[in-house]
């Protein structure tokens, strides 16, 4: 049930950033930053997948949608996808001279869902079974 709450709420976000504002002479309620993580994620994982990714974001960084958000209480944890230790050497291999950001930590997991490079193939199996 929580995860449904989470993908409800990356939904109405994701709503909320597609708002005109023709629509509303009120301030967006959407920060720039979250507005622009709903969007990458939709247009990699699309519509479906995007939600579900948007849900995961909000409930590893807090609702800060913050590429460089650290765990809370010190922890291990960094990014959206709170990646720890082996996963965060994984990642920066990866990414070689690519700029962290938002998009390149969404395209390691999209990446990461494809090959199963660091996760494993049965888990990357898995979890693409949900994006078909």
Known sequence: MLIIKHVFTAVLLLLAAQTTAA?????????PLRQQVCELAVSIFGTTGGYGVLGNIDVETGGSFNYTQRQYNNGP??????MEGPMQAN????RGAT???A???MRYVEDQIKTGSFIGA????I??????
């Open 77 to 82: 944890g960094l990014g959206l996808f709170q």
């Open 122 to 125: 049965g888990h990357g199996a």
């Open 91 to 94: 990642y920066n291999a990866w």
């Open 103 to 105: 998009e390149t930590q």
């Open 99 to 101: 700029p962290n950001g």
């Open 23 to 31: 629509a509303t002479t009120a301030a967006p309620t959407v920060s």
């Open 127 to 132: 979890i693409q079974q949900a994006f078909d």
